[in-house]
């Protein structure tokens, strides 16, 4: 099935954190197709002039850090001086290094927090005071994960800070609804934004992983970008508060072989099934 979607966001500025690769530099590039204009940050300088080298005047770039709360200004800043207004505020920002539980060490553990939780409070504080100074309403979309809502060895302080991020952005929804602020989370399931060439032990484990997904693929990164399009536009006006997966049904289940079989004969009297054994029974008698 094919269905060609459009989004068109000319006049509208959008801001995107965690722009210097993966989903982020994928989100910078569709937002700048739908015609907005864009603030793309990141502490990454490098990937970052990666990301928006192919788009000239309509992106413009900042180098911050979100979890210290002048480099979370400074974003929104960019955004109002260079463009004169703010709409769209996406906080795709995040870490995720892996330990076991009884080796995580607490500076790692803060640092993870610092980035993923108190960095999309602090943007999506500045984002908010921008949109209600500049009377529009607006948009602001934050990222939580798949493994938020499943235990994984290693993920201890991933997995719960991204819980968090959702919890957060619920109240957020709320407080910022008076202001016709909408605030939205995506929970992307596995998406193809691993090191290449991977690393031998990824390697391993995503061969493992990816034949029982039940796409039995990763997602790309275009597929999350298109679905915060979706939440910034008009299509989405009333979505506010909402956790929107974008896993291929990951978070549902694992991949199906294609053959239902029901061997319990406990509910027979409920299908009317009569199974080969009683009919001849039943012949029998």
Known sequence: MNAAVRFDFEGSVAIVTGAA???????????????AQVVAADRDEAGLAET???????????????????????????????FGRL???????????????????????????????????????AAARAMIAGGRGGRIINFSSGAAHRGAAGGAAYASSRAATESFSRVAAIELAPHGILVNTISPGLIDTQPKPLPPVMAESLARRIPNLPLARPGEPEEVARVVLFLASDAASYISGAVISVDGASGAGSRFSGVVIDEDTRYDWVTGRVRAGRERSAQEA
């Open 87 to 125: 709409d769209i505020c996406v906080n795709d920002a995040a870490v995720a290094p892996h330990a076991a539980l009884l080796e995580e060490r607490v500076e790692v553990w803060d640092r993870v927090y610092a980035v993923n939780c108190r960095g999309t409070f602090l943007m999506t504080q």
């Open 52 to 82: 928006c080298a192919p788009y000239g005047e309509r992106v413009a770039s900042i180098v911050a850090d979100v979890s210290a709360p002048e480099g979370a200004r400074a974003i929104v800043e960019r955004a109002t001086a260079r």
């Open 21 to 35: 690769r993966g989903v982020g530099r994928a989100l910078v590039g569709e937002l700048v197709r739908a015609r």
